[in-house]
């Protein structure tokens, strides 16, 4: 049995709505960091029907929705057959850690390796895109961009800079581990007409990311990281989406008043705090969550799918 490995795919510049909902094509490219402290491993058996377990727990409804679309795609694709899906994963579900970045595209690759299909890094990451559009960074991995398309084979991630390029570090604030009531499908879905100022920025925010990488400037990354966030969630609460809890705040006011120590926090579709920073941030990051009470868990830049 073939087991792969994948880690979630951090967005500086966020993907948030899409120009077609099968194929999972956003509305701008992306630029993100893979996180090594956390990972999600895929073994696939054959069977006669599809199964999905978690950390040996049957996966069913809303959760095997993204799975299954992506199955069906690579059914019909590549004539792949039918499969009993184990996965175990340090990642709580739901929170904005991205994790269906990383299940989505360890079962692409899972799948696909199981049956001898050997794609390059760039049609892997489009296959994955269809399980969750930010899997097809997790693919590549390292820091990794996902170039605008508008067609299922122009839509797809590639490392912009190796791992090692840069040796940031992000501080995951584990605010809540209760899965989220609207999933990001839905949110995408959500975004209204507010989105499209969001989506003006991040082109230019694309570009500004690119650069300060770089240059390795970590100011410059700064600005466009919490510029993002506070974009992403100003359109979730336009389209009544809530993703703050109170420690959430709690957490954002301490780390926002640690600027000239560049932190520099951002947010997905969950109550999770991610502290982008460097080296020598590290520890003040960490010194914040203890004192705070709240969990972390801190990565360096993450590689991209492969074989264990
Ligand atoms: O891949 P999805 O559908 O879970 O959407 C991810 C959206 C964000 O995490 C909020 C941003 C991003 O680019 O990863």
């Given at each position: 049995m073939v087991k792969v490995?994948?880690?979630?795919?951090?967005?500086?510049?966020?993907?948030w709505g899409f120009i077609d909902e099968r194929l999972f094509l956003p509305l701008n490219p992306s630029i993100a960091m893979n996180l090594d402290g956390f990972y999600?491993?895929?073994?696939?058996?054959?069977?006669?029907?599809?199964?999905?377990?978690l950390n040996g727990t049957r996966l069913g409804g809303k959760l095997e929705e993204k799975p299954r679309k992506l199955m069906e795609f690579m059914r019909e694709r590549y004539g792949v057959g039918h499969y009993r899906v184990y996965s175990e994963s340090n990642i709580p579900t739901g929170t904005g850690i991205a994790s269906s970045s990383a299940s989505m595209s360890a079962l692409a690759a899972a799948v696909l390796w199981e049956e001898g299909i050997k794609?390059?890094?760039r049609e892997l990451s489009t296959v994955a895109r269809v399980g969750s559009g930010s899997a097809?960074?997790?693919v590549?991995?390292?820091?990794?961009?996902?170039?605008?398309?508008?067609?299922?084979?122009?839509?797809?991630?590639?490392?912009?800079?190796?791992?090692?390029?840069w040796d940031l570090r992000v501080v995951t604030f584990i605010i809540s581990k209760e899965h989220k009531k609207v999933s990001s499908w839905e949110g995408h879905k959500k975004a209204g007409d507010y989105n499209m100022v969001r989506v003006k920025e991040a082109w230019k925010n694309w570009w500004l990311a690119r650069t300060a990488l770089e240059k390795r400037d970590i100011e410059m990354l700064g600005r466009v990281i919490v510029d993002e966030m506070n974009g992403l969630m100003a359109v979730a609460i336009s389209s009544d989406i809530i993703y703050f809890e109170p420690k959430t705040l709690e957490v954002l006011r301490e780390v926002n008043s640690h600027r000239g120590d560049h932190l520099y926090p951002t947010m997905d579709a969950g109550p999770?705090?991610?502290?982008?920073?460097?080296?020598?941030?590290?520890?003040i990051a960490k010194a914040i969550a203890e004192e705070l009470g709240v969990e972390y868990v801190i990565s360096r830049c993450g590689d991209g799918v492969r074989r264990v």
């Amino acid at each position: 049995m073939v087991k792969v490995v994948s880690h979630p795919s951090l967005a500086f510049v966020k993907y948030w709505g899409f120009i077609d909902e099968r194929l999972f094509l956003p509305l701008n490219p992306s630029i993100a960091m893979n996180l090594d402290g956390f990972y999600t491993t895929v073994e696939v058996e054959p069977s006669d029907k599809d199964e999905f377990y978690l950390n040996g727990t049957r996966l069913g409804g809303k959760l095997e929705e993204k799975p299954r679309k992506l199955m069906e795609f690579m059914r019909e694709r590549y004539g792949v057959g039918h499969y009993r899906v184990y996965s175990e994963s340090n990642i709580p579900t739901g929170t904005g850690i991205a994790s269906s970045s990383a299940s989505m595209s360890a079962l692409a690759a899972a799948v696909l390796w199981e049956e001898g299909i050997k794609l390059d890094t760039r049609e892997l990451s489009t296959v994955a895109r269809v399980g969750s559009g930010s899997a097809a960074r997790s693919v590549p991995g390292n820091y990794s961009e996902w170039l605008y398309g508008e067609t299922h084979e122009d839509s797809y991630a590639r490392v912009v800079f190796p791992k090692d390029y840069w040796d940031l570090r992000v501080v995951t604030f584990i605010i809540s581990k209760e899965h989220k009531k609207v999933s990001s499908w839905e949110g995408h879905k959500k975004a209204g007409d507010y989105n499209m100022v969001r989506v003006k920025e991040a082109w230019k925010n694309w570009w500004l990311a690119r650069t300060a990488l770089e240059k390795r400037d970590i100011e410059m990354l700064g600005r466009v990281i919490v510029d993002e966030m506070n974009g992403l969630m100003a359109v979730a609460i336009s389209s009544d989406i809530i993703y703050f809890e109170p420690k959430t705040l709690e957490v954002l006011r301490e780390v926002n008043s640690h600027r000239g120590d560049h932190l520099y926090p951002t947010m997905d579709a969950g109550p999770t705090v991610h502290v982008i920073t460097t080296k020598e941030g590290e520890g003040i990051a960490k010194a914040i969550a203890e004192e705070l009470g709240v969990e972390y868990v801190i990565s360096r830049c993450g590689d991209g799918v492969r074989r264990v």
